[in-house]
């Protein structure tokens, strides 16, 4: 999927990306995307919050979040962290639009 990420920006694409990342991951995606401006933003809730809404979207094996919880973020770098446990989908937006002055 990075490669086509990369292709896809590669061709002039301005692309937002969902993708959780395990240690050192990013690495790849900062390589395969030097040429462009690649901005990573963590989204972050309490475990508690995060499995509510796994409980909510019914579209997921029920312990996931559990699993991934302490390991989807170890490691990496971010270039902007966003606690999502109070603030709507809009709200997220909104700062990481100011936070890059998008």
């Known amino acids: 999927m990075r490669q086509a990420v990369a292709a896809l920006a590669d061709h002039g694409n301005d692309l937002i990306v ?3 990342f395990w240690s050192g991951e990013e690495h ?8 462009h401006r690649l901005r990573l933003v963590g989204l972050f ?5 995060i499995e509510e ?5 019914g579209d997921r ?3 996931l979040a559990r699993w991934q919880f302490g390991r989807v973020h170890s490691g990496v770098e ?8 109070a603030a709507s ?5 909104i700062t ?3 936070a890059f002055d998008l």
């Open 45 to 49: 809730a309490p475990l508690d919050v």
């Open 53 to 57: 809404r796994e409980h909510a979207r």
């Open 78 to 85: 971010y270039d902007l962290k966003v606690d999502i446990s």
């Open 28 to 35: 790849e995606g900062r390589r395969l995307l030097q040429n």
């Open 96 to 98: 990481i639009r100011d």
């Open 18 to 20: 969902d993708e959780a």
């Open 61 to 63: 094996p029920i312990g």
């Open 89 to 93: 989908a809009a709200q997220a937006a």
